[in-house]
């Protein structure tokens, strides 16, 4: 077990084992996907990740190249990178993470910011009957 060494601004989710994190929402690809233990999210990156050495996997889109992701700080199995595809067609997965939302939590600044926006909208308002 390590360390987490990365930390995200925004909107970001988190391993559900440690509450490391992992991405930020604005990295997600694609929701549409399905990981072993159901729906998962598509991530341009992810940071608080250790690979498995690559090895040939069956998935529900064709034989790819994978590496199985865990987190840094918890050891808790994630999801998949994409090393390589069979598909001309899914080249953009490539160097792209496959985490399983099961795994994950949305950090609580989720709420802070929607917290400050409505602040924010509040005060406005109030500014505006004045």
Known sequence: MGKFTEYLDGKVYSCIGCRSNL???????????????????????????RCSP?????????????????????????GWKYVRVSSPRQKYKEGTYLIESAYTIKENRWEEQFSNTLLKLQRKNSLERT
């Open 23 to 49: 991405a930020r929402h604005t990295d997600i690809v694609s929701k549409q996907y399905e990981g072993n233990s159901g729906p998962a999210y598509l991530f341009r990156n992810a940071v608080n990740v």
């Open 54 to 78: 690559p090895k040939c996997e069956q998935l529900y889109s064709g034989n790819h190249t994978v590496s199985t992701i865990s987190c840094v700080t918890c050891s808790y199995q994630l």
